[in-house]
Each structure stands twice: as C-alpha cells, then as structure tokens.
C-alpha cells in the first residue's frame, strides 16, 4: 500500500503566513507614505492593512488551538454545555 506523504491543506497554514508576510510588508509601505505625504486615504489603507494582519495572526491562532489536545476541562466543558444548552433551548420556544 502506497502512503502518500502530501498534506493536506489544513495540515499546514503555509498560504496564511504568506499572506501575512505580504500584508506587513505593504501595512509598512503604506504607513510610510501616509507619514511622507501627510495623506489620509493612506492612512486609512494602513490601518486596514493592519487589521488584515491581525486576521490573519487570529486564524493562525485558530489553526493552532485546533490541533491542541483535549483537556479533561474542555471535554466537561463540552458535556455541561450540551446538557444545559439543550434545555434551554427546549424552554425558550413557542408552545
């Protein structure tokens, strides 16, 4: 039986952290001719530059706390939030 040794998409956020190199670069080159000419469209490309970075660092975040192992807390966690979440559930709808 033939193995393959590719990953698969998720196994590596190789395309997250291009994007975020990219997205510094060009916050940075904004930010620097937002300073040079004193522009607010710039400024304002900067900035959102700098929130696309900060996505990108909460998905790499994401990517990692997902493959994290389970904790006994969160298993419990997940337990009392099935039992408790699905009588409420049951009591807030229409009769």
Do not use: E
């Amino acid at each position: 039986m033939k193995v393959s040794r590719r990953r698969s998409a998720f196994a590596t956020p190789r395309a997250i952290y291009h994007a975020l190199a990219s997205n510094i670069a060009v916050a940075t080159c904004k930010y620097i001719v937002a300073l040079l000419t004193n522009s607010g469209t710039a400024l304002a490309g900067a900035i959102h530059s700098r929130a696309d970075c900060l996505n990108q660092l909460i998905m790499l975040y994401g990517h990692r706390r997902s493959h994290a192992t389970w904790t006994h807390s969160i298993r419990l966690a997940l337990v009392v939030n099935q039992l408790f979440g699905c009588r409420r559930n049951r009591s807030s709808g229409s009769r």
